[in-house]
């Protein structure tokens, strides 16, 4: 019974301390435990928050990137279209100065075979018409007395 006694004693003896411990934690709970889980839940909402928006600005900026590509892409296109145009029209033009070139030279082609067709042909009159008066020079040399007493006498 003595340590029944004590027990109590000592249980009696404990209900302040057991007082002062609870209402220590009470505080604790209201004082420090509660504006603390508070702020977590706040830091924790900025956070995924924060981290929401960064994951919106990246799907922007790679919309934004996929717009630039693709506008570059058409601007490349169009450059090559417009190239290909050039070189198309440069290509025409080029054929174009060719046909007039050919042109050109066959005419010239053709004068210049005229001017030698009637070259030869005025050639051909004269070379006729020497030869006939050297054919006339020949026969009256020929048949002329002095030149066959000339001959006679060599």
Known sequence: ????????????????????????VLAYRLL????????????????????????????????????????????????????????LHWSVEREEALKVAREIAHHRAHEALAEIQASAEASQKMIEGSSQQLAALIVAHLLSPAATQAERAH
């Not at 004590?6 to 249980?11: C, H």
């Open 32 to 87: 420090v435990h509660a504006p603390l889980t508070r702020t977590l839940a706040q830091r924790r909402e900025q956070t995924e928050g924060a981290m929401e928006k960064a994951k919106e600005a990246i799907a922007a900026a790679e919309a934004k990137t996929h717009d630039y590509e693709e506008r570059l892409r058409a601007a490349r296109r169009s450059l090559q279209a417009a190239r290909e145009q050039q070189l």
């Open 1 to 24: 019974m003595e340590i029944l006694q004590q027990i109590g004693q000592l249980v009696l003896g404990s209900v302040p301390t057991m007082l002062l411990f609870l209402f220590l």
